[in-house]
């Protein structure tokens, strides 16, 4: 089966920090370009963070910038999430696209695959 396992999530206050990680299970990350999205409760699926294959080029959402920083290696991705406010409570997923659709600006969660189960992230006031 195709897809990611996510991992990392925990309840914490507001202000901490947490690490998220995706592995790949049964498919390699080279060549995609890696999505990290949150779906909230009562709320659609939104893309936060965005990472180019090589590496070199990121993408963030106005609502993260500044504190969450998104990276990979090898078959993993990471997203390292500082300063967090309970407006970031939600389910974290990560998933891929193709080089083209990450530089072609699109990130809408249609355009990615191999979604994961996810990982809670609660951040408490």
């Known amino acids: 089966q195709l897809q990611f396992v996510e991992s990392g999530g925990d309840l914490v206050q507001s202000g901490g920090s947490l690490r998220l990680s995706c592995e790949a299970s049964?498919?390699?990350?080279?060549?995609?370009?890696i999505g990290w999205f949150r779906q909230a409760p009562g709320k659609e699926r939104e893309g936060v963070s965005f990472?180019?294959?090589?590496?070199?080029s990121t993408r963030y959402v106005d609502s993260v910038k500044g504190r969450f920083t998104i990276s990979r290696d090898n078959d993993k991705a990471y997203l390292q999430m500082d300063s967090l406010k309970p407006e970031d409570t939600a389910v974290y997923y990560c998933?891929?696209?193709?080089?083209?659709?990450?530089?072609?600006?699109?990130?809408?969660?249609?355009?990615?695959?191999?979604w994961g189960q996810g990982t809670q992230v609660t951040v408490s006031s």
């Open positions: 998933a891929v696209c193709s080089e083209s659709t990450y530089y072609g600006g699109s990130f809408e969660p249609t355009d990615f695959a191999y």
């Open positions: 049964g498919f390699s990350l080279n060549y995609y370009a």
């Open positions: 990472i180019s294959s090589s590496g070199r």
